[in-house]
């Protein structure tokens, strides 16, 4: 375990929202040394153990990553790499007939790819409207409780005061959900842009490359949909990079899954908090 993963010990947790979470206590190593989990205490909720790569250091404050983030961060990156791959493929057959028997021999391991890319993607947008419907639930119990105290003030139970500290801090805790919420939203977006349909119809208006790509993902020829579709905007690059071992870094994630470099807002939500 490094100097860096001991200095987090004693800091206290939030979520990528600014929601404080609890406290770091202590962690669990592996035989070689290595974090496994982290040791939170939560207050109340008792301690939970957190895996490692869903915090970062961040200032004075560790920052949790929900799982539904790394997840969806992975899955867009594997995916924008395959469907690049496949875009290649169809290229290279559509200008070099000799090539389609090259070709095949890595036909069924993109095939096989997308099909369990599919299955990753049905699970994760299931965890998605599991947290939306949860996030919702949370803001439903929030505006009744900030009601309730309006309630109490207006029968002289409460002063202004004190209506106002409970309005100042449920105002907070809005702003956190429906910042999760519209992360969510458009994580959903970007995951539905990266479908193969989606793919297909920026590929050149050439017929010969579109069969091709019919072709290769093992489809039958059917007549294009007249529900219009949104296209993957061009120009974008998905990154070809091994995945790196360090501790991942809540970052913004492109259409295609490259994780962009600039500062995310959360980080300037976290630092005002």
């Not at 419907?133 to 119990?141: A, G, P, V």
Request: charged share 30%; aromatic share 4%; proline share 4%.
């Amino acid at each position: 375990m490094s100097k860096e993963d001991v200095e987090f010990i004693g800091k206290q947790v939030k979520d990528m929202y600014g929601t404080y979470i609890g406290k770091v206590i202590g962690t669990i190593t592996d035989i070689d040394g290595s974090v496994q989990t982290v040791g939170v205490d939560c207050g109340s909720e008792g301690l939970k153990q957190v895996p490692f790569e869903q915090l970062v250091v961040q200032g004075q404050f560790v920052i949790f990553i929900p799982r539904w983030r790394l997840d969806a961060q992975r899955l867009l990156r594997e995916k924008g790499l395959t469907l690049r791959r496949i875009r290649a493929l169809i290229d290279i057959v559509s200008e070099n007939d000799d090539m389609k028997e090259d070709a095949e021999l890595i036909h069924e391991k993109y095939k096989m790819k997308l099909l369990t890319l599919d299955e990753t993607e049905k699970q994760i947008k299931e965890k998605l409207e599991h947290r939306l419907l949860d996030l919702d639930n949370q803001l439903k119990s929030i505006r009744m409780l900030r009601f309730d105290a309006k309630l109490q003030n207006k029968s002289n139970e409460i002063s202004d005061a004190k209506y106002e500290s409970v309005k100042a801090h449920t105002v907070e805790i809005i702003e956190h959900i429906e910042h999760e919420k519209a992360e969510i939203v458009n994580i959903q977006r970007r995951i539905n842009d990266l479908s193969v349909d989606n793919m297909e119809r920026t590929e050149s208006p050439k017929q010969d490359v579109h069969s091709a790509a019919v072709s290769y993902l093992g489809k039958a020829e059917t007549t294009p949909s007249s529900q219009p579709k949104t296209p993957i905007p061009t120009g974008v690059v998905v990154d070809n990079t091994n995945p790196q071992t360090s501790t991942p870094k809540p970052v913004a994630i492109g259409a295609d899954g490259e994780e962009e470099p600039q500062d995310s807002d959360w980080l300037k939500r976290i630092s005002s908090s």
